[in-house]
């Protein structure tokens, strides 16, 4: 089994990236910087920190003169005030490190002591306006009980009686409401700049006490939080920017953090969508403070073939044959940036040639690269999930008694049909289970396969290029019966969403929270979150919600989650809700009538979708005469 915790290890081949990034930030003339890490979920931002932060540590140099401060900005997620625990988190790491010189221990620890009561002024007096000038000006508009010793006590500015007296007189005047909201701005904004400006100067005399020329602060999983609360992170970065021997590594999934500021200030400016053409307000706002954007590119199916190959040698062999592995594969990259490291680099290593095992399944895992590479979106970590849910499965069919070489493989393949077709993994089970094991569909498929000629018109989502290749590939499904191993697989026979234990958990959480919502304006507004999913989050999401949508064929509730993803104008979502619904149109509930109407006026009469309403005699003969004349 393999762990989802980032780690130094470098199996991707991205020390590279750690270099260039370690090489710029030790160089005094880049600083202060501030480099956003961007790439989608999963990819291995949080490895290439960890690499970089060992890489800073273990150089005799850098190490000497420099301070790496790792920080998880989800691990604040569940704080009411996020921001201020993540800046006191990053003072409190500089004042703990272990690294500073004794001789200037003593000036840190005080000037650290300095910074956190600075930091302790600007979250009193956020509290102070939350919970005391805000509700206060509240009830004096709202003509309840008076709020005047709670605006006296606030401001200190009138501490004289002929201020108070002063202070009181305006607010009873006729000008009362204005003079509120003018003070209020005013001293709060002062307050508020003030603060900062301190809390600024003494965490610049904080980092020179430390002796050392940089400060590095490496941001991970900024991507994880809540809209609201990735803002607030953002917000509290952007107090250090531009300090002095800085250098700030934001790692984060660029369009979900550009979708999270978007629905924070989007709306509040008017703004909802922007063309094609044009840069988001969320782009806008990343490039106002990250000087240098730097992205994690996808991985080639070369990379993906390496990739795997390490991680099932990683699992087989003792800690001392991989690691030479490991080192043999970090010079190889070097020179051989665009081939693949497999099997024929490994098979007269210590440990690999006498495990026939390893062997048979790194050579086979080669032949479905293709297919890995597609279905899993070159994803390193949802490559690793497979692998452990292929793991989790292999040792149920040994215990099952049905393990052999030829359901190893099978089960292997059936797998990469699951996660990439689910719709084809369901059919293959019916047709198993029709023939007791051995479907003629699939063999003649195979044999079409073969001469490359499926037969489009009756196995017509059969012919896409990795299925093909899945059918081509031995041991042929139709070799052995398929029931075996369709047993270990039967949880996802039975909740209908293949792949499930691939999907993140909060992927399935929104899902949930979407479903179960008790009213139609709850859907809607869960529906939102959809906005900030994009790439392999959004296919997981879409997955599941199809999976949904064909188990509840006869229910209102996917039909409806379908339409308000569409009306939000969520990428992709009109053409799934085609190619799903065209599968159970005859199954559709007249319930869900009224959405289809709306879908027709949206898409002005769309004829794909006409069709398939014409397939149900419900929707067809009461809610769309028109459509019936037409057939």
Not at 123 to 152: D, E, Q
Not at 155 to 179: M, P, Q, W
Request: net charge negative; glycine share 4%; aromatic share 10%.
């Amino acid at each position: 089994m393999w762990s989802d915790i980032e780690t130094s290890k470098d199996l991707l081949g991205y020390t590279v990236h750690a270099e260039l990034l370690k090489k710029i930030i030790m160089e005094p003339s880049n600083l202060p910087v501030t480099i956003g890490l961007y790439g989608d979920w999963g990819c291995g931002k949080s490895s290439t920190l960890k690499i970089l932060q060992e890489k800073i540590e273990k150089d005799a140099d850098s190490k000497e003169n420099t301070i790496v401060v790792y920080f998880d900005g989800w691990s604040f997620e569940s704080f009411d005030d996020a921001k201020m625990a993540l800046i006191q988190g990053i003072v409190e790491k500089l004042e703990s490190n272990t690294s500073i010189k004794k001789e200037c221990i003593g000036a840190v620890r005080q000037l650290a002591k300095t910074v956190k009561e600075k930091i302790f002024s600007m979250r009193t007096l956020l509290w102070s306006v939350k919970n005391i000038v805000a509700p206060a000006a509240l009830t004096y508009t709202t003509g309840g009980l008076t709020i005047l010793p709670s605006l006296l006590s606030f401001f200190e500015s009138y501490n004289s009686d002929e201020k108070k007296k002063e202070l009181a007189d305006a607010l009873t005047g006729k000008d009362a409401e204005t003079f509120l909201k003018k003070a209020l701005n005013t001293h709060i904004n002062a307050d508020q700049f003030s603060a900062v400006r301190e809390f600024r100067e003494s965490f610049c005399e904080l980092i020179e006490a430390t002796g050392k020329e940089r400060i590095v602060i490496l941001i991970d999983d900024l991507d994880r939080c809540l809209p609201q609360h990735i803002i607030d992170n953002l917000e509290a970065i952007k107090l250090f920017l531009n300090v002095e021997k800085t250098a700030f590594i934001i790692a984060a999934d660029q369009n979900i953090v550009s979708n999270a500021i978007m629905r924070q200030y989007g709306e509040k400016l008017g703004i909802q969508k922007r063309g094609e053409s044009e840069r988001s307000i969320g782009e806008d706002y990343m490039d106002k403070f990250i000087h240098i954007p730097y992205t994690i590119p996808k991985l080639s199916d070369q990379e993906v073939e390496s990739y795997v190959t390490l991680l099932l040698c990683e699992s087989v062999l003792s800690q001392s044959d991989f690691q030479t592995i490991h080192n043999d594969f970090q010079k190889y990259i070097i020179e051989h940036k665009f081939e693949g490291y497999g099997w024929n680099n490994i098979k007269e290593m210590q440990g690999v040639k006498e495990n026939k095992d390893l062997a048979g399944i790194v050579a086979f895992m080669a032949h479905c690269t293709t297919s890995i590479s597609h279905s899993l979106y070159r994803n390193p970590r949802l490559i690793k999930r497979f692998l452990n849910a292929f793991e989790i499965r292999f040792q149920l069919l040994q215990l099952s008694g049905n393990l052999s070489e030829t359901n190893k493989y099978l089960l292997l393949k059936l797998m990469l049909l699951e996660i990439s077709h689910s719709n084809l993994f369901g059919q293959l089970n019916r047709w198993t289970i029709e023939s007791k094991g051995f479907s003629p569909e699939i063999k003649e498929l195979e044999q079409q396969a073969a001469i490359d000629k499926i037969d489009v018109e009756n196995y017509k989502d059969w012919n896409s290029k990795d299925v093909k290749e899945l059918l081509t590939m031995e041991p042929f499904f139709s070799s052995c019966d398929l029931r075996e191993i369709y047993w270990v697989s039967r949880d996802k026979l039975i909740d209908g969403m293949g792949g499930t234990t691939l999907i993140p958990e909060r992927i399935k959480k929104l899902l949930k929270m979407i479903y179960s919502a008790d009213t139609d304006s709850k859907m809607k507004q869960h529906c939102e979150e959809v906005k900030v999913l994009n790439g392999a989050d959004l296919d997981s999401f879409f997955e599941m919600l199809d999976g949904k949508m064909l188990t509840d064929s006869e229910e209102t509730t996917p039909y409806k989650v379908y339409y308000y993803l569409i009306e939000l104008e969520i990428d992709g979502a009109y053409n799934r809700f085609i190619k799903t619904f065209s599968r159970i149109a005859e199954k559709a509930p007249f319930s869900i009538s009224n959405y289809l109407k709306k879908l027709l006026d949206k898409f002005n009469n769309d004829k794909v979708l006409l069709e398939l309403i014409n397939k149900n005699n419900k929707l067809t003969r009461i809610t769309f005469p028109k459509a019936t004349k037409n057939k």
